[in-house]
């Protein structure tokens, strides 16, 4: 099993700060998820990136998959209380969902 | 449409007392999954299944036995429960299997505490 390193672990933020999280690996993957869990909640799909270099945007959020493949960020711009959550990203090993250990952010208002 | 459901969404057991969590999900996938999420280690695959009469084990099956006996249900029982299963439990679902696209729809998840 290849590891998947998320950072920072933790992230607390004022309400209108951008922020951004990482999502590494010391292995080359073909493609990377990137889940949202809202406390006592199931994980929930953002986005899938495929491409390495690639850019994906869902409103405030932007997602970045590295050009060597081996990691990809999400960014978000203007953090409001509502995207308070566990950010996780997700690589898929042979039919299976292999997830980090997750950035946790908090936007206080 | 429920999605996918779980049941208890609370529980408590002694050690070595057994239970069984129920999954049900109405999407018609093929592909469920048992996870566990503890603080600090994201989830990890406990058992899964490619279809209806068909398990298999993930990177946690320890302790765990699992069963499909119907497409939209699937069961993880703990024969005699130990303290290291406490634990929040997901069950999940998918259409797909082994491709980039291959969304996992969540349960709200089962607390279980083993005293």
């Known amino acids: 099993t290849q590891l998947l390193e998320q950072s920072p672990q933790f992230l607390s933020i004022q309400e209108g700060e951008n922020l951004t999280v990482y999502c590494n690996s010391s292995?080359?993957?073909?493609?990377l998820q990137w889940y949202r869990q809202e406390p006592g909640e199931g994980p929930v799909l953002l986005v899938t990136?495929?491409?390495?270099?690639e850019v994906k945007k869902l409103k405030r959020l932007t997602f970045q998959f590295g050009d060597a493949r081996k990691d990809s960020s999400l960014h978000i711009t203007a953090a409001q209380p509502g995207d308070t959550g566990l950010y996780l990203c997700?690589?898929?090993?042979?039919?299976?969902?292999?997830f980090g250990q997750g950035t946790e952010l908090s936007v206080k208002p | 449409n429920a999605g996918v459901t779980q049941t208890p969404k609370f529980r408590v057991l002694k050690t070595g007392q057994s239970m069984t969590l129920l999954c049900a999900q109405d999407?018609?996938?093929?592909?469920m999954y048992w996870y566990r999420q503890d603080p600090g280690m994201g989830l990890r695959l406990i058992h899964y299944?490619?279809?209806?009469?068909?398990?298999a084990k993930g990177e946690v099956p320890d302790g765990y036995n699992v069963s499909r006996l119907k497409k939209q249900n699937f069961l993880l029982g703990l024969e005699s429960a130990a303290p290291s299963q406490t634990s929040v439990y997901f069950c999940?679902?998918?259409?797909?299997?082994?491709?980039?696209?291959?969304?996992?729809?969540f349960g709200p998840g089962t607390r279980l505490t083993v005293l």
């Open positions: 999940a679902s998918s259409y797909r299997y082994g491709l980039p696209y291959n969304e996992q729809f």
């Open positions: 999407m018609n996938h093929e592909y």
């Open positions: 292995s080359v993957f073909s493609s």
């Open positions: 997700v690589r898929n090993q042979g039919g299976k969902l292999i």
């Open positions: 990136v495929v491409t390495g270099g």
């Open positions: 299944s490619v279809g209806e009469g068909t398990t």
